[in-house]
Nanobody, 117 residues
Framework: QVQVVESGGGLVQPGGSLRLSCAASVSVLSFIRMGWYRQTPGKQREYVAVITSSLSGDSTSYADSVKGRFTISRDNAKNTVYLQMNSLQPEDTAVYYC????????WGQGTQVTVSS
């Protein structure tokens, strides 16, 4: 089965940056869509960003709450998808999960991001 391993979470001050990584055991080109989601206790999991393939290349989409601050990308050689998070704010605090989608969904184990002074 596909294995997905996340890393990069931690504690950061408001205005700071973090880069999350999600590595798969197979080529990321195997997937139709890859994305990042986050969840805070008491709230439902919410969409953050996705990257999909197309004839013209990769396309990306972002939730309004992170647009302009977060960037999703992938490195095919390393079978890894990234989430670069800039200008982090306390409301970004959550457990972040990566997702790879083909015929099934494959999820990372989650990584905690805490934004606090």
């Amino acid at each position: 089965q596909v294995q997905v391993v996340e890393s990069g979470g931690g504690l950061v001050q408001p205005g700071g940056s973090l880069r999350l990584s999600c590595a798969a055991s197979v080529s990321v080109l195997s997937f139709i869509r890859m994305g990042w989601y986050r969840q805070t206790p008491g709230k439902q999991r919410e969409y953050v960003a996705v990257i999909t393939s197309s004839l013209s290349g990769d396309s990306t989409s972002y939730a309004d709450s992170v647009k302009g601050r977060f960037t999703i990308s992938r490195d095919n050689a390393k079978n890894t998808v990234y989430l670069q998070m800039n200008s982090l704010q306390p409301e970004d605090t959550a457990v972040y999960y990566c997702n790879f989608h083909s015929y099934k969904d494959y999820w990372g184990q989650g990584t905690q991001v805490t934004v606090s002074s």
